[in-house]
Structure formats: C-alpha cells, structure tokens
C-alpha cells in the first residue's frame, strides 16, 4: 500500500484510503514510541528540510522528532519575515535548499498556496506544515488520530469546529478529512469567524454553543487570535468567553461524555475556562505524543514512494 | 509607395460599410480608392488579404506601459509593438507610471517615445497629483499637452470630494474620468470572495468593493454632469448600476477586459499568480451579466488593461505577487473566440467594441474608409485557429495565462501613420 500523491499538500480531495493508510500507519509508530528505543532505520540517507517562514515551535519540533525517530538528516532553515524583505526571494531559496539534495521539505509559511507553488518548481516531496489560513494537514490528521484513539472510529461521529474558523488553517483541513472519512462536521461561532459559503461544503453552521456541546461528539477547539487584527472581528473577548466560550458548567449541562480537542497553547478563561483547560492536560500531552506518530507516519509513507 | 490591398471584406459599422471583394488603393499611407480595382491599377506593393477582413484600426483604452519608471518590464516601443501584433493601431497608456503622468513634461516625454511608431499613444494623466488623491493635478496644463482623459487607475480616486473637484474643473476641457473602482476599506485581498477563496485560504476581495464605488462614481458624476467611465467592469451589480444610470442619461460608459468574459475564479486552484488581477475573476453570474452587458451596450468597449510584470515579481507566493496580466497580444483572439464565434457579438458589434466606442469615449477620431483619409486598419483573419505562445511575444513582459490557449480568429495586421505590419514585418508605405 502507497499513497497516491507524492505530496501532502492538503487534505481537500485526499482519498478515504490515504487518510485511512496514514492513520493505520501512525497506529504502528505510536506502538514504536512506548518502547525504550525509539528510533527505526527508515529513512536512514534521507534528508529532510524544516523550511519555517513562520514562527511555530510545536510543530516544528514535533516533525523534527518525527524525523529523527526514522533515523532521517534533517536540517532547519527558519527565515523570518526580516530576511524575506531583504530581497531574497521564496524560489532562490528553494532552488538553493534543493541543490543539497534535498528528499523531503517540510514547509510552513504565512502565505496560502505556498506548498502547492513549491511542488511546481522543485522536484522533492513537499509537505504542507501550515500555510496561512488555507491548510494544515498533519495537524488534521493528529486530531482524527485522537478522536479515533478515543472513538474506536471516525465514520458517523459528530465534529464541531469551535472558535475563529473562517482564520484557521486547522479547519479547513480537519472539515477535508472529516468529510472523506464519513463524520459529520459542523462549526461554531461568531457569524464573522464563520468563512463565507462553507455550507456549500456540507458543512453545519451552528451559533449557539450549547447547541454544539449537545448535539456533537467531538468538539475541536481552535485557539483564539488576541492580536488586533483578529479582535476586529468580534466586539471583545470578554464576549467571546461569555457566549463561546466553553465551560465546565456548560459541559456538565450536556452529561454525556465528549472529547475536547485543543491544537495548543490554551488562552485560559477565552475558549476554554480554566477548569475544562485543567481537566484537558492528559488528554493534550497525548496528543503530542500522537502528532509525532502522525508526522513520522506522512514522512514514512512519502520517503519511502519513490 | 503605392499598396494595393486586394481582396478585402470591408467592415464599417459607423460607415454602415459591409462589403466583400473589395481593393484598396494607398499613396504614402492615404486611401486613394476603393472599389475593384486590381487589374487597373501599378502599385510598388500589392497584399492579397484572400477574402480577410478589414475594419477600422482597433484601439484600447486601458494599457500600462511601464516607462518611464520599470523599463525592465515595458518600454513605451515594444508596448507598441505588442500592440501593434495584436491588432491595434491606438492604444491609451495610464498613468501610473514612476514618476506618474501627472505634469506636461511626463506626457511630453510619454508622447516623443511614442511619435514614430505605427501605433498612436494617447496618454492618459493621474487625476490628482500622483494619484495621492490630495491634489488636483495640473489638468488644464495636462489637457493642452493632449492628454485624453484622467485617471487614478491602479487605485480609485480617493475621495467623493475630490472627485466631485475634479469633475467640476474638467467640464472646462470635456475630458472624461476613467476609474478603477474599488473601496479601499474593503481592497487589499488576493481574489474574488467567493467558496473558491475559502477553499483556497486567500485573502478575499468581496464584489461590492467594485459595487459601491460604481454607485459612489455615478451618483457624483449625475450630480457634477461629469463623464465618467468605468475601467475594467467586472461584477453583476456593478454592470446593473451602469445599465440604469445609462437609462436615466447620465454621462457613463464601461469597458470589460477579456479575462474578465473568458475565466472565472475556478482558475485560481492551483495559486498560479498569472490569474491574479485586480480587479480579481469572479464568477460565472458575474460572467453572465458581462454577456448581457455587451449585448445590450452597457458595456460599452473592450479594454484589455495589459499589466506587464516581470517574471521575477510573478513568480512568488500568491498573496505577495502583483495584480495584473498583459492582454495586447491575446485581446483580438479571446474576443472572436468568445464573443463572434459563440455568437454573443456580431462582428459589426466587435467592431464598435474594439474600435468606434473607445475613440468616441477619449473624443477621438474614428478612422474612416474614404478617399483622402489616412489608413488606419486592422486587418482580421476571424476563422484562423491559432495557440498562444507567450515566447512570440513582443511584450517585454510574459504574464499570461492564456499561453498555449487554442483561439479561432486573430488580427493578422496592422495599418497606420503611413505604415504597415504584415507577415510580421512593418512596412513603410
Ligand atoms: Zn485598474
């Protein structure tokens, strides 16, 4: 079994067996990550690039970790935005990274599209890291690891995406694989966090939060943006909280038990209350642990196609 | 020198000329005869256009030619020459070049690059200083220099109160007001918002940024009894409010751009920056009323708004890249292919479109089929199946997304200011 893209750009129009296989596949490395040595030789002689337009330490360090675990070289290139105005433009620097004979880029930058423009004009396997507000596969991909680790499956299974929809990269590719696999996806939140026309994606758009709590069996929290730029999209965060956020009043409401999933950092008393953050902290540990069985299990899979 | 052109069909909506088999005779560049004269007349040269047709010289109002100021990307020469080998024999240039036609000088020097070209140069100056939007700019100056007309274009003119000035001091020298229309406090995205700019995860421009400055322009101009024309016209609301204004006589004219009646912003799927324009492809409805408009006039010419931009600049990440796309070369073929050819637009009405209505608009001349009238031609071959090939072409820049585009119909010449382009030579006559 193979994936049938040499890339993982997205999860819009990756197959339900591709999904499955890289689940299935993280299955077997998160089995390796409980044992004493962690390492396997898979990739050994491969070289893979951490190209970070953007600032991301978790997801940094998790693919790096994946990708010792596979025995890989792996290189970090992080460019700061000062760097990109000096004058060096995206295809100097790929063109320069891929003259090292380079098997695999990580890549993650602030701007959408970018994954998908690298994988037309260099010849290595481009993995999407986060780019913009369009997709961020892995992290999709460890949230269904999760829910499914939980659920025994994802098929029929309730997901509501709570919080700044319409600026995540994380739902859009978490609505992608959710759909292909057969859950059903709503979202919830203010009207001005919710991306225009997502309907049209058989997506459910929900505005009250008691309402998600109640009739979902996963809630995938996104983390709120508290710079300005994002605030100028709903009054204040204070009423947010009051009729977003999630609490543990609102949970014990509701009495049947649901999975909360947080990507990390949590803005306490935002999205979630302290409590509900507290009560979280295994379940988020976990994850970690997951995310790097996701990532080596994408890395795996590629770095072994040709 | 003394041509003959022989074996013409005769296209002349506003002469009411539409004529097969006809010989037209030129000394130095003038129209001596027409008629059927072939075996009659001795001429130094002698062009079989086998059947082609020959219509007034096409002309578009909306180009940017990079000189002065990005000379790496276009020149103000060969912007002529793309012009020229896309069927033009007058082209008006904006002004937002570095530094931007808004004084005497920078026409002066627009128009002597421009003066032995078979192409004419008609400039058209910033509408306030340096299209700040602060200043008027120095209009009656720039009007005798032989502007025709004003603009702001690459970004709207700022404000209702310096429109409404700018209107009122140009009643003095009847030029029109030619806008890129776009809101400011809604501008700045990457592509139409739409499902595809969700999908895609691009900054969105929402249709009534278009929308409301329409709305803004032709409230000011009916009240200022300006003449305002709408550059580059591509929503549905947009072309409703122009259809109505037009209906109740106030002074509006449009212009679409082909990519605008040819791609949608489906196109966007793979971030390939040569489909990212301002204003951005929209949708199929917005296509939809595009076609009405052209039918039924709101839409009054075809207007490529050739943005050339170099490959350097282009090639980069989506939301980073330029807006804009070159079009002189394509313009001619996407408009038979998509209008004369799907039948939206009979070839007299092409005509109008392409060569009668932009002069009327700019208060220009239109070239007529006369004795003792310079030649000024657009020779067409309307049934030729041709691909694009971007590496053809004489623009500087290369930004297309219509290379390797099959198209039926393309200009296959060129006459004006006692020259000629054919068989991709000019030709003094
Ligand atoms: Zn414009």
Redesign the pocket.
Known sequence: MSLSSRHLLGLQGVPKEDIQLILDTASTFREILERPIKRVPTLQGKTIVNLFYENSTRTRISFELAEKRLSADSVNFSIGQSSVSKGETLKDTIKNIEAMKVDIVVVRHSAAGVPNFLSRICSSNIINAGDGIHEHPTQALLDMYSIREKFGKLAGLKVCIVGDVAHSRVALSNIFGLKTIGAQVSVCGPSTMIPKFIEELGVNVIHNIDEAIQENDVLNVLRIQLERKAREYFPSIREYANYFGITSERLEKNGKDILILHPGPINRGVELSSEVADGLNQVILQQVTNGVAVRMAVLYLLGTLN | MKALITNCSIVHPGQKLNEKNKDIFLVDGVIKQIGNLSTSISADKVIDLKGNYVVPGFFDMHVHLREPGREDEETIATGCNSAAFGGFTGIACMPNTEPAIDSAEVVKFVKEKAADHLVDVFPVAAATVGRKGEVLSPIAELYEAGVVGLSD??TVIKTASILKRAFEYVQMYNLPIIE?CEDESLSGGAMNESINSTLLGLPPIPSIAEDLIVMRDIIVAEYTKGQIHI??ISTRRAIQLVREAKAKGIRVTSEVAPHHFTLTDDSLKTYDTNYKM?PPLRTNADIDEIILGLKDGTIDCIAC?HAPHSFEEKEAEFEYAPYGIIGLETSVGLSLSELLHKKILSLEQLVEKLSINPRKILNQSIPQFKEGEIANFTFLNIDEVWTVDISKFKSKSKNSPFDKRLLTGKAIGVVNNKKMLFGGEFIDL
Do not use: L, Q
């Open positions: 274009d690459g890129h550059a580059h301002n708004d």
